[in-house]
């Protein structure tokens, strides 16, 4: 018969006595009991001296026991205090989202019990009705005290966007060194798997989205928040009975800490229903194959389960680039341009007393979202102690066609960069050519939005110091009928030839950071 059961046969049922917590301390070999008593029907000191006769008895010849008796009564501090227990224990992916300004305890009638009241924004509550965090809450604070508990989920915050709720999701550690980094790399998230609502289970390790292989076929594990829940109907080219089968794809975008996936199944109608219930902000687990067309990258689901992400902190270690330049090699400028650059840039300024290098950049695009648009040209100029010493510059495989109205302004066609290097291929030494620089580009930051997107996807991050060269003309010569860059060139006696291609404008947009400097 155990401890608890002897206790309970002497008339200390879960009314009368509950068991708080036992701990071990290995150091001292002691063991500690804590027990709780209600308020209104307190432990006599008979009473206390059965209980320890009875766990002295099994266990005072194994080790040094010390039992202690507290009584539960209405004291606000405590249940915080439980409750942050709580959500320590199994929430961890939420603790970053409530704070004791969050969360009202308020009692009601006397002997009635307390009402938990949380504050948050629609999306957060549907997280916490998702994991059936109020139900779990409420259940286990009723173990631990002797009145009941309402837990309410109140919505009085404005809603949030995905990215301010993923900034207090898991954060990405980027201080590593290089020594630290070869050790302590994690390549997976922990996770606590939940219910499983489409195909099979899955291991509680999970990859970050953005090292997904997209070759075609690949098995791949992630984990993150689901945004853009759709379900849509279309016309199979299967034939049944010689007509068209109608199909339903159900989708949505997969978002981790280190970036998103589309997400799709062609659920059967027994499997549709269970998917429906997926709404904006549920964090899952999903396991599935790569599928790529036409440049797109999705992931066609075999499983699907509720999760939550337990990792803290991911210390995800971003690539640690050759010592050798292996697509693009940087190009020396010669003595004439270098000549060229000081006719129009003056003479040097204190700036370059406490910056050593800039790198103006220059990005040719298909289009203008970095998210789903590629990079076709990378044209920079490095600065040095206000000295031009080095251009980089490539053309870039997109992998798709380029847009009629990209060849129209760039001059860039299909057969320019047919056999020019991929991205992937390509910004390895990009990241060497700027280690260490300022980054500089005009508007830098619709370049800069492909850089870092296409870094994230590469585990390379471009965290330099930028300066925006339009905001620095803008301050330097306000007086401009408008800030096109070659306006700007020609208002300061710069010559900008083959304008619209990388090269040609970094090139152009070095001058006038040297001359504005």
Request: aromatic share 8%; with cysteine; proline share 3%.
């Given at each position: ?5 002897k206790i309970?046969?002497?008339?200390f ?28 029907r ?5 009473d206390?001296?059965q ?8 266990f ?8 202690k ?5 209405f ?63 409420k ?6 005290f002797?009145?009941?508990?309402v ?27 290089d ?47 689901v945004?853009?829940?759709a ?14 089968m ?6 949505f975008t ?22 429906e ?40 270690v ?9 697509y693009v ?14 006719a129009?840039g ?48 490539t ?30 291929q390509v910004?390895?030494?990009f ?5 260490g ?13 492909f ?26 010569v ?12 020609k ?25 504005l400097?």
């Open positions: 018969m155990s401890v608890l059961q309970i046969d002497l008339g049922d879960e009314n009368k006595l509950k068991l708080d917590e036992a701990t071990f301390n290995t150091k001292k070999d002691e063991l500690t009991i804590n027990f709780m008593y209600p308020e209104d307190p432990i006599t000191d008979d206390k001296k209980i320890i006769g009875i766990i002295t008895k099994d005072g010849d194994l080790c040094k026991v010390v039992v008796f507290n009584k539960s009564c004291d606000r501090e405590v249940i915080f205090e439980r409750i942050e227990e709580y959500i320590d224990k199994y929430y961890k992916v939420l603790k970053n989202e409530m704070s004791r300004d969050d969360i009202a305890i308020q009692r009601l009638s006397e002997g009635e019990g307390a009402e938990i009241i949380i504050s948050c924004d629609e999306l957060r509550k549907q997280v916490f009705v998702n994991k059936k965090f109020d139900a779990d809450l259940a286990f604070l009723q173990r631990k002797f009145f009941d508990f837990v309410t989920l109140r919505v009085d915050k404005e809603s949030t966007n995905l990215q301010e709720f993923l900034d207090n999701m898991p954060k990405i550690d980027t201080g590593l060194s020594a630290l980094a070869k050790e302590s790399q994690i390549n997976h998230m922990e996770i606590e798997l939940g219910e499983c609502f489409y195909g099979k289970y899955m291991p509680n390790k999970v990859g970050f989205i953005a090292d997904i292989d997209a070759e075609n076929g690949n098995e791949v594990m992630v984990a993150g928040v945004t853009n829940v379900l849509t109907t279309f016309t199979s080219k299967v034939k049944v009975d010689g007509e068209p109608e199909r339903k794809k159900f989708s997969l978002t981790d800490p280190s970036g998103f996936i589309n997400v799709v199944v062609f659920p059967q109608e027994k499997t549709l229903k269970p998917l219930l997926m709404e904006d902000g549920m964090t899952v687990a999903v396991g599935g194959t790569i599928n790529e067309f036409n440049g797109n990258r999705s992931l066609r689901v075999s499983s699907i389960s509720k999760c939550d992400i337990l990792t803290k902190e991911l210390k995800r971003y690539r640690k680039v050759n010592d050798d330049y292996y090699k940087p190009q020396p400028v010669l003595e004439t341009q270098q000549m060229d650059l000081f129009v003056g003479k040097t300024t204190d700036y370059w007393n406490t910056h050593d290098s800039v790198v103006v950049f220059d990005l040719e695009t298909t289009g203008f979202d970095s998210k789903s648009c590629k990079i076709i040209e990378i044209g920079a100029v490095k600065i040095t102690k206000g000295s031009i010493i080095e251009t980089f510059q053309l870039i495989n997109p992998g798709s066609k380029i847009p009629d109205e990209i060849t129209k302004l760039t001059h860039i066609d299909d057969s320019m960069v047919e056999n020019a290097p991929t991205v992937d910004l390895p030494d990241y060497k050519f700027v280690n620089c300022v980054l500089s580009a005009y508007n830098i930051d619709f370049d800069y939005s850089l870092s997107f296409n870094g994230q996807n590469l585990r390379l991050l471009f965290d330099n110091e930028q300066i925006d060269t339009l905001r620095l003309v803008r301050d330097k306000p007086s401009l009928s408008n800030y096109k860059l070659g306006t700007v060139v208002a300061l006696n710069i010559t900008l030839n083959n304008a619209h291609r990388a090269l040609a404008d970094a090139y152009a947009t070095a001058k006038v950071f040297v001359k400097i």
